[in-house]
């Protein structure tokens, strides 16, 4: 029988070789976002950082990850499992993901 509510699996029909990461919002509100990012190699460009006006809570699921943060300089490796709080205006980087999985990742964006 076939549910009438929004269901899924996150880790059902990864994309291989994607030339850039995926994101794909999976509810949203006027209050918070929760996003699907799927990454594969990807790193943030060598001079740009995120500055988000939100919060957000990102907790990987697969692959491994590593983000960088500016002000005070700070690294944090991440595996499935892990998760951070980054406080809005906190820039921030990917420094590289894995490249012989997918690394995805669950991010819920929502005002501080």
């Not at 990807?42 to 990987?60: A, N, S």
């Not at 690294?75 to 892990?82: A, C, K, M, T, Y």
Request: aromatic share 8%; no cysteine; proline share 8%.
């Amino acid at each position: 029988m076939k549910s009438s509510l929004d269901t899924g699996n996150v880790l059902k029909n990864l994309p291989r070789d994607l030339a850039s990461e995926l994101v794909t919002v999976l509810a949203q509100n006027r209050h918070v976002r929760i996003e699907r990012i799927v990454s594969s190699g990807h790193t943030t460009p060598p001079d740009e950082w995120y500055d988000q006006v939100e919060d957000e809570w990102v907790l990987v699921i697969a692959g491994r990850a590593l983000l960088r943060f500016e002000d005070p300089s700070e690294e944090i490796r991440l595996e499935p499992g892990d998760h951070v709080l980054i406080p809005r205006h906190r820039k921030h980087r990917v420094g590289w993901t894995s490249e012989t999985e997918p690394t995805v990742w669950l991010a819920v964006f929502f005002p501080p």
